[in-house]
């Protein structure tokens, strides 16, 4: 049986964090955190193969110095993210590809199409079996 790939979601509205697990659970292992504190037992714990996360934060840095941090650890500086934010203008866009996102995707996002794009990009960039 092949390992489920290991996701994690981070976003501080615990309802996004039940709409990401409910469908991405279906297919792939999710952890979730909504505060920095939490985000970070998790990253030194656990190896994700793709974090899935928000720009705006409750804290006191936002997704975007979450993922800055990340791409200077050598165990994620190749791991995909996703960023996931209501907050669509070319802007913010520029900013995530300049921190290091690999993907942008504009919230309310569609569970299904989700999963969809999460389980294509990871064949497509690391040929992973996503499980069944």
């Known amino acids: 049986m092949k390992q489920k790939i290991k996701i994690l979601v981070v976003d501080d509205e615990e309802v996004n964090q039940m709409f990401l697990q409910y469908f991405l659970a279906k297919k792939f292992e999710v952890y979730t955190c909504g505060s920095l504190s939490n985000y970070y037992n998790l990253i030194q714990a656990h190896q994700f193969d793709l974090v899935l996360m928000d720009i ?29 934010t209501s907050n669509n203008n070319s802007k913010t866009r520029t900013d995530a590809e300049d921190a290091g996102a690999n993907q942008f995707l504009s919230k309310p996002v569609d569970g299904r199409l989700l999963v969809n794009i999460v ?14």
């Open 56 to 84: 705006l934060l409750n804290e006191k840095k936002d997704g975007l110095d979450l993922l800055k941090e990340l791409r200077l650890m050598p165990k994620y500086r190749n791991t995909p993210v996703f960023i996931l």
């Open 119 to 132: 389980d294509q990009y990871i064949q497509q960039n690391s040929g992973m079996s996503t499980g069944n």
